[in-house]
RNA sequence: GGGCGGUUAGCUCAGCGGUAGAGCACUACGUUGACAUCGUAGUGGCCACUGGUUCGAUCCCAGUACCGCCCA
């Protein structure tokens, strides 16, 4: 059956997987020849999740690394798996569910609803395994884990009760990131800061009991640019209902224009007359004189910059609304809360955590309202009363062209970062609750420690520079949600609130003999558990057979964008649990945006979807130009264009296949490696040998993109544009021993292509792989090769085919120029040659002939005038075209070269001539430099005879 | 505001002490017995700017400008 004209992905890439998975193909250990280990943990695409781009180039990534070492026989595992998502997995089933008219959630109770989710993950939580599976993942599919798994489960619930009992996990009050819409607190990672259209108001907070100072403003000179009386205090802030909370109002130690009024009290322009609160003025370091008025108001409950200045301060943080995003109505009336608060500011009265959460500050006419609504009302009766800042606007009346002089509020656009839900697309909430934290300081050391020590090695290097900023700064994380998917926290209360921290309920019931137990109904953060995703797969408390063998693990992949929440935070938590780093390295990638470098997103409608792509392209071509773009850091646009790149290069390699189907060689089960005569032979089994070499070299040192250029620039560049086109005449020819051997090395050099291929673009080359009948092995668990470099190049080989390129290039370059039909075939006179040049001349007299379009060549004595001239080491060429070319055209052309040639050899003379450089630089750069300029000058000598014929032509 | 990067051919990016590379795009020619998803040849760069170190700087150092990303 001839082959195909091309290959057939969309056909074949079915048929491959399903053939790998047959023979287990990729289950751990699988091919492992020697005792070595090298295991890759996924990381865990969102069990709700579809296959992107991002998981593409991650994917791809990590499965190049585990098929080459895989192929090299290490025992290898690749580790896959899926994390539970709380959030969305929570949100699709309750979509879900709506759609099917089932009750709400909440309606139906948690253990109804948690059946309901593990249905749809039984239907539905397959989906990315088998989109991993056509991109070619080469995952250990049998042991794909979940989070959710009874083993992990107990995995993570046993890390809690093992850290609360350490003192390293423990309740308390601080101010989250708070998802109004789904009424939880969740992580910095699914907080979206987008810039929005903003507005910044300014208010009067007028001086207590209508004190006044001289307010005062200055150039950077010094000059004064403003001097007046104030009673108020100039407060600017885009978020006017927060003032119901404010504890203070702050200014920069060293602004000068507040340091008469520092300690006085000054009143929150907005609730009841009657209860108005004052608040103190105080000094911080957080406010920007330049910014705004210099003066800040200070919401401790509601902004995590004033969160620390209150908290530094010891200002009471008084929280203004329920989980909703609502203003709070709970509490006692506004006038017994404002009197509290007072007495609090006043410091005639204490104040704790319990009892400034317990106090509500949003005035009754403000409560219960939703916070945007809420914010409406604030700037509107504060201006009505008139303690907005205002402006003076002249405008004229269109009827009676009257000019009237108006006083407006200040109110600036100003473009604000705000933040918002990833999953709930609603403003985010800064919000004073009580959490479960992880005191992160407690574990941090030995995470740093093993970055700095090497253990673990992060890269690009610019990422060990951030992962130490981040964990030397880091807070205490927050790992408790308000939701129900996920695994519940394991500590139950008693009546009087304490806790009982125990693996089953059995067992904390123990602990409270004869009390009345509730369980803490939240649930701990997804990336809680997958922070124990190394361990935690591998069976871990169970002393497993696969947790001995394969943890710590060798390789992490990942983006640079989850060094923190995920890196950082496995690192921090394997090193706690068994005390050892989790992965020798971390391999950070860069993040796939569109090919403008913009983030991919559905409403900007520039996603790429792999899944199309592959469909159209083939996952190999997706693959490779992933790897071809895998350079270390920045950022990876990707556009089709590449894509269609590089399914060129597939069909490229594909037709090579059909050259040898073509010349009627049979591949055979195993093609070993001849001992060839030939010197076509010996440089192709040379170059093959450098190319092993740069390849493992750059798999190494994950320089992805010098893998797969090498390759390129290998089977493109080396075997099919020369190999293969100097090949034909030897198999066109009689000579049956040098076909034969041929042959064999050309079945050898393409085998090797597939195997060093392989790893990179697996479909294609598992299929050409199998067109030889009886291979003992798939290509997937084909040895890789390791010869060296040393052992496989001839120098003399090499240096004669070099040659023999340099001139055909050199020929067909000056053909072109001097406009020779491309399918003229011409004689070449051969001028001057040395030995060197004859015996190369005389060995690849076919494959220049042919290749050069040459038909016949002869020495010759001298040039003959009106010739083309082809200069080469140790010889001159000519090819006369009397009367045919154009004499000014070959001037130009060789004036040009010449040009080239010596401003080339100025620059080295140049520097050989500098007694400096001959005494400093190292003795082999002097002396190639001189080997340079020797052969430079030969070729300029030559050029200069050339002119001189043509001048005396014309 | 703090941190981390980047600025090299029209585009996307490698290179990072010895005088600049790739792919794509572009131009011209071409159905040469694998391949038009191709072949052959070619055009294209004061390597952001200013100083410094060095015999020598795209590469190292300092500063400037602009652009990203992360954290506030």
Redesign the pocket.
């Known amino acids: 059956m001839p082959m195909e004209?091309?290959f057939n992905a969309a056909e074949a890439e079915a048929r491959i997987s399903a053939k790998w998975e047959a023979i287990g193909a990729f289950r751990a250990g699988a091919n492992a020849s020697r005792d070595e280990t090298f295991c890759i943990m996924i990381p865990p695409p969102n069990v709700t999740g579809s296959l992107h781009v991002g998981h593409a180039f991650n994917n791809t990534i990590q499965d190049i690394l585990i098929r080459w070492k895989r192929m090299q026989g290490f025992d290898t595992l690749w580790q896959p798996g899926q994390d539970h998502a709380g959030i969305a997995t929570q949100l699709v089933v309750e979509r879900q569910m709506a759609a099917a008219g089932l009750p709400k959630r909440t309606d139906m109770g948690r253990p109804a609803f948690l059946e309901k989710v593990w249905e749809w993950k039984e239907e539905s939580g397959g989906t990315i395994i088998n989109q991993l599976k056509r991109l070619g993942a080469s995952c250990d599919w049998d042991r794909n884990a979940f989070t959710m798994d009874a083993g992990f489960h107990d995995a993570v619930i046993k890390v809690f009760v093992e850290m609360y009992n350490k003192g390293q996990i423990y309740r308390g009050k601080r101010l989250v990131n708070w998802d109004p819409h789904f009424e939880t607190a969740i992580s910095?990672?699914e907080?979206e800061?987008i810039e929005v259209a903003g507005h910044m108001w300014h208010f009067k907070y007028p001086l207590a009991g209508g004190e006044t100072y001289e307010y005062v403003e200055r150039d950077e000179d010094g000059n004064v640019t403003l001097r007046e009386t104030r009673d108020y205090i100039s407060i600017a802030t885009t978020r006017p209902e927060t003032m119901l909370g404010d504890g203070a109002v702050a200014v920069h130690p060293s602004d000068e224009r507040y340091a008469s009024i520092i300690g006085k009290l000054c009143e929150i322009p907005v609730g009841p007359k009657a209860q108005r609160r004052l608040i103190p003025i105080i000094t911080d370091e957080y406010p920007?004189k330049n910014f705004g008025s210099g003066a800040v108001k200070i919401t401790g409950a509601h902004d995590?910059?004033d969160y620390?200045v209150a908290k530094r301060n010891n200002i009471p943080m008084y929280s203004l609304m329920d989980t909703k995003g609502a203003m709070r109505a709970d509490g006692r009336p506004y006038a017994d809360e404002a009197a509290t608060a007072q007495a609090i500011a006043n410091g005639t009265e204490s104040f704790d955590e319990a009892k400034i959460a317990a106090m509500n500050l949003v005035p009754e006419e403000y409560r219960g309202l939703d916070r945007f609504e809420a914010r409406k009302r604030v700037i509107a009766d504060i201006t009505h009363e008139g303690l907005a800042v205002t402006k003076l606007v002249k405008s004229i009346d269109p009827e009676t062209n009257s000019e009237h002089l108006q006083l407006i509020p200040v109110v600036e656009d100003k473009p604000i970062?705000q933040p918002f839900g990833d999953r709930s697309g609603v403003v985010i909430e800064p919000m004073l609750t009580d959490q479960w934290f992880v005191d992160t300081a407690k574990i941090v050391g030995p995470a740093l420690d093993a970055v700095r020590e090497g253990r673990t090695k992060i890269m690009p290097?610019?990422?060990e520079?951030?992962y130490f900023?981040?964990l030397e700064?880091i807070?205490p994380w927050c790992i408790s949600r308000q939701l129900w998917w996920g695994h519940q926290i394991p500590v139950w209360f008693d009546e009087d609130g304490n806790q009982y921290c125990a693996p089953t309920e059995a067992e904390a019931q123990a602990m409270a003999l004869g009390k009345q137990l509730t369980r803490d109904p939240d649930v701990l953060d997804t990336w809680f558990s997958s922070g124990l995703w190394p361990i935690g797969t591998l069976g871990w408390p169970s002393n497993t057979l696969e947790l001995n063998k394969y943890f710590p693990t060798n390789t992490l992949v990942t983006g640079?964008?989850i060094l923190?929440f995920w890196v950082a935070r496995m690192m921090m938590m394997q090193l706690a649990v068994v005390g050892k780093e989790p992965f020798g390295t971390v391999y950070l990638h860069?993040?796939v945006?569109d090919?403008?470098?913009?983030?991919m997103s559905k409403t900007r409608g520039n996603v790429i979807d792999p899944l199309v792509i592959i469909d159209e392209y083939g996952a190999d071509a997706l693959r490779f130009t992933m790897a071809?773009?895998a350079?270390?850091?920045?950022?990876?646009?990707l556009?089709e264009?590449?894509i269609?790149?590089?399914?060129?290069?597939?069909?490229?390699l594909w037709?090579?296949?059909?050259?040898a189907e073509?010349?009627e060689i049979k591949f055979e089960a195993e093609n070993p490696r001849p001992t060839p005569t030939n010197t076509l032979n010996k440089w192709i089994i040379g170059e093959t040998g450098k190319v092993l070499e740069e390849v493992d070299a750059a798999l190494t040192t994950y320089?992805f993109?010098?893998a797969a250029?090498a390759l390129?620039?290998f089977v493109?560049?080396k075997v099919?544009?020369?190999f293969?086109?100097f090949s034909?005449p030897i198999l066109?020819g009689d000579d049956a021993a040098a076909k034969a051997e041929t042959e064999a090395t050309l079945k050898w050099v393409l085998d090797q292509c597939l195997i060093l291929l392989h790893p990179i673009m697996p479909f294609i080359t598992e299929e050409l792989w199998a067109m030889a009948p009886d291979r003992p092995k798939m290509l997937a668990h084909t040895d890789w090769p390791t010869y060296t470099a040393a052992e496989l190049v001839d120098d003399a080989a090499m240096r004669e085919m070099t040659w023999v390129i340099g001139l055909?290039?050199d020929i067909?370059?000056a053909?072109?120029?001097m406009h020779v039909?491309?399918?003229l075939k011409v004689d070449l006179l051969m001028v001057g040659l040395d030995d060197t040049a004859k015996a190369a001349f005389a060995a690849n007299e076919t494959l220049i002939f042919r290749l050069a379009?040459i038909e016949t060549a002869n020495t010759a004595s001298e040039v003959p005038k009106g010739a083309i001239t082809v200069a080469a080491e140790g010889a001159v060429f000519a090819i006369p075209l009397a009367g045919l070319i154009d004499v000014d055209e070959e001037k130009s052309r060789l004036s040009?070269a010449l040009e080239k040639l010596e401003k080339?050899m100025g620059?080295?003379r140049?520097?050989l001539n500098?007694p400096?450089?001959v005494?400093?630089?190292?003795p082999e750069?002097v002396e190639?430099?001189r080997e340079?300029l020797v052969l430079g000058e030969d070729e300029i000598s030559k050029i200069k005879a050339a002119l001189v014929r043509l001048a005396e032509v014309g």
């Not at 350079?631 to 646009?637: D, E, P, Q, R």
């Not at 269609?644 to 490229?652: A, E, L, M, P």
Request: proline share 1%; glycine share 10%; charged share 35%.
């Open positions: 004209k091309t910095d990672l907080v800061n920007d995590f910059n620390q970062m290097e610019s990422g520079k951030v900023h981040w700064n807070e640079q964008d923190f860069q993040l945006r090919e403008k470098g913009e983030k071809q773009m350079a270390l850091g920045g950022v990876l646009k556009s264009d590449r269609k790149g590089y399914r060129n290069f597939g069909t490229k037709n090579s296949f059909s050259f073509h010349y320089r993109n010098d250029n390129y620039a493109w560049g099919c544009d020369w293969v086109e034909k066109q055909i290039d067909r370059s053909r072109a120029q039909p491309a399918g379009r040009k080339d620059g080295l140049g520097r500098n400096k450089f005494e400093s630089a190292k750069v190639e430099t340079k």
